[in-house]
T-cell receptor, first 109, second 114 residues
Framework: AQRVTQPEKLLSVFKGAPVELKCNYS??????LFWYVQYSRQRLQLLLR??SRESIKGFTADLNKGETSFHLKKPFAQEEDSAMYYC???????????FGTGTRLLVSP | DAGVIQSPRHEVTEMGQEVTLRCKPI?????LFWYRQTMMRGLELLIY????????DSGMPEDRFSAKMPNASFSTLKIQPSEPRDSAVYFC????????????FGPGTRLTVL
């Protein structure tokens, strides 16, 4: 079975503080992991995917197969990072995405 | 391109009524996905289509839910009869198909069943 767990419903930090949004997954094969973001009154959009190994808006995420994790990190949070973040998994050869329940990030000034 | 288009954006109805949600995928995309978003369960895939054919409807919660894609540019999600627990935001997404292409999401339809 494919499962994604985001243990925190809400993460509240101050501007300039480091941020880590946790994501753990369960999948027996080789997964593809994603982070999607939904800013207020905007569409859900792809933030980054593990195969790209890139930094988007200062965010990075490393796939740790040993710990089955794909945590999203940013060293210095900005107010504009406030949004809903979803971790998602796609199994090899599958099209469907399995999402976690999401974490709301609130960055205060 | 306006992206994925969904209508209506908001729907308020009474329990027992039929509800139809509509989606227009991005032109040229041959895969279409319907999701439901709730506070408790997050985003759940309900059903998806490839080339207008339903591929996986295992996420459809009950027989009250049905989805169709009569052509490449239009899909509907119907709930009949609707119940208060169906209240959620329903998203449609599309992509070019294949395992590695990004899904593009619509703005969602917020459904409230009284």
């Amino acid at each position: 079975a494919q499962r994604v767990t985001q243990p925190e419903k809400l993460l509240s930090v101050f501007k300039g503080a480091p941020v880590e949004l946790k994501c753990n997954y369960s999948y027996s094969g080789s997964p593809e992991l994603f982070w999607y973001v939904q800013y207020s009154r905007q569409r859900l959009q792809l933030l980054l995917r593990h195969i790209s190994r890139e930094s988007i808006k200062g965010f990075t995420a490393d796939l740790n197969k040993g710990e089955t994790s794909f945590h999203l990190k940013k060293p210095f949070a900005q107010e504009e990072d406030s949004a809903m973040y979803y971790c998602a998994l796609r199994g090899a050869g599958f099209q469907k995405l399995v999402f976690g329940t999401g974490t709301r990030l609130l960055v205060s000034p | 391109d306006a992206g994925v288009i969904q209508s209506p954006r908001h729907e308020v109805t009474e329990m027992g009524q039929e509800v139809t949600l509509r989606c227009k995928p991005i032109s040229g995309h041959n895969s279409l996905f319907w999701y439901r978003q709730t506070m408790m369960r997050g985003l759940e895939l309900l059903i998806y289509f490839n080339n207008n054919v339903p591929i996986d409807d295992s996420g459809m919660p009950e027989d009250r839910f049905s989805a169709k894609m009569p052509n490449a540019s239009f899909s509907t999600l119907k709930i009949q009869p609707s119940e208060p627990r169906d209240s959620a935001v329903y998203f449609c997404a599309s992509n070019e198909g294949g395992s590695y292409n990004e899904q593009f999401f619509g703005p969602g339809t917020r459904l409230t069943v009284l």
